[in-house]
C-alpha cells in the first residue's frame, strides 16, 4: 500500500521537486540521510569484522561454557548488522531514505536533465566544454547508479538477507516468501558483500544528485583504525 501510494505521489511531483526531495533524501543540511547513516553504518561494519571474521578474540577462548556466550555475542552483533543493512533496501515509501525511494525520485528525464543543468552550472562561467562533459558525466553516472540499484534489487543476495532479516525481526517460522518456495539461508559474508555493492551504488546517486561525494576510502581507513585499535587490545580471560 504504501509503495503504491508513493508512486502515485512521486508521479504528480514536478521534475524539480523530485530532484530536490531526492538529494534531500541523500543527505541534508543535518546531516541526516542516507549517505550520512551509511556512513554511521561503516562503524557497525568493522566491529563486526573483528568479532566475527578476525581469529584474534575466538582464539583466546578455550572450549569452555563461555564459548557459548561469545558466539552468542558473535550471532548478535552479525544479526544486529544484517538488520541495518537491510533498511537501506527498504521498499518505496516517501516516509523512508530507502535507496529504492531515491531511485523511484529519480528516475525520470526530468531529473536527468535537473542533474544535468546543475553540474553544468558549476562550470559555465570557466569553460561551457568542460561543463558539458561534467553535466554529460553526472547523467551517465545517475543512470548507473539507478542501475545498480536495481540489480541489487533483483539479486538473490539481497532477497536471501531480506528473508532472513524478516525471520529475526518478526519472529517468524515462514515467511511469505518461503510458503511459496523454499529460500536458503544467506552465507557468512554475504552481508559484507552487500554492503560493498551498496556503497559503491549509493556514491553514485549522491555524485550525481548532490554533486558532490563522500570520501568513503578515508571513513573505511578511520574506521577500520578504531576498531582495531580497541579489539586487538582485548585480552580475554576465560574463569574456569
Same mark, same amino acid.
Given at each position: 500500500m504504501y509503495k503504491e501510494k508513493s508512486l502515485r505521489e512521486i508521479g504528480k511531483m514536478s521534475s524539480d521537486d523530485r530532484w530536490r526531495l531526492a538529494r534531500e533524501k541523500l543527505s541534508n543540511t543535518e546531516n541526516q540521510g542516507a549517505a550520512p547513516t551509511?556512513?554511521?553504518?561503516?562503524?557497525l561494519h568493522e566491529n563486526t569484522r573483528w568479532l566475527v571474521?578476525?581469529?584474534?578474540? #575466538?582464539? $583466546?577462548?578455550?572450549? /569452555?561454557?563461555?564459548?557459548?556466550?561469545?558466539?552468542?555475542? $558473535?550471532? #548478535? =552483533?552479525?544479526?544486529?548488522?544484517?538488520?541495518?543493512?537491510?533498511?537501506?533496501?527498504?521498499? =518505496?515509501?516517501? !516516509? #523512508?531514505? /530507502?535507496?529504492?525511494?531515491? =531511485?523511484?525520485?529519480? !528516475?525520470c528525464s526530468g531529473v /536527468? $536533465?535537473?542533474v544535468y543543468d546543475d553540474h553544468f552550472s558549476h562550470y559555465r562561467s570557466y569553460d561551457s566544454d568542460i561543463a558539458k562533459k561534467w553535466g554529460a558525466k553526472?547523467?551517465?553516472r545517475l543512470r548507473t547508479g539507478i542501475r545498480g540499484a536495481n540489480e541489487i534489487e533483483a539479486s538473490d543476495i539481497l532477497f536471501n538477507v531480506r528473508n532472513f532479516r524478516d525471520k529475526l525481526a518478526h519472529q517468524l517460522e515462514l515467511t511469505r516468501r518461503e510458503k511459496e518456495a523454499a529460500i536458503p539461508l544467506p552465507r557468512y559474508g554475504d552481508e559484507r558483500n552487500l554492503f560493498r555493492k551498496t556503497v559503491t551504488t549509493l556514491n553514485r546517486l549522491y555524485l550525481s544528485l548532490n554533486g558532490t561525494g563522500f570520501d568513503w576510502d578515508s571513513a573505511k581507513k578511520m574506521h577500520r583504525r578504531n576498531a582495531e585499535a580497541f579489539w586487538k587490545g582485548v585480552k580475554i580471560e576465560v574463569m574456569r
Open positions: 551509511l556512513l554511521g553504518h561503516m562503524r571474521y578476525k581469529p584474534h578474540l #575466538s582464539d $583466546q577462548i578455550p572450549k /569452555s561454557h563461555a564459548a557459548h556466550a561469545f558466539t552468542e555475542l $558473535q550471532n #548478535s =552483533v552479525l544479526h544486529y548488522e544484517i538488520m541495518r543493512l537491510c533498511t537501506f533496501w527498504e521498499t =518505496v515509501d516517501l !516516509d #523512508s531514505r /530507502s535507496i529504492p525511494t531515491i =531511485v523511484a525520485l529519480a !528516475d /536527468s $536533465q535537473c553526472a547523467r551517465r
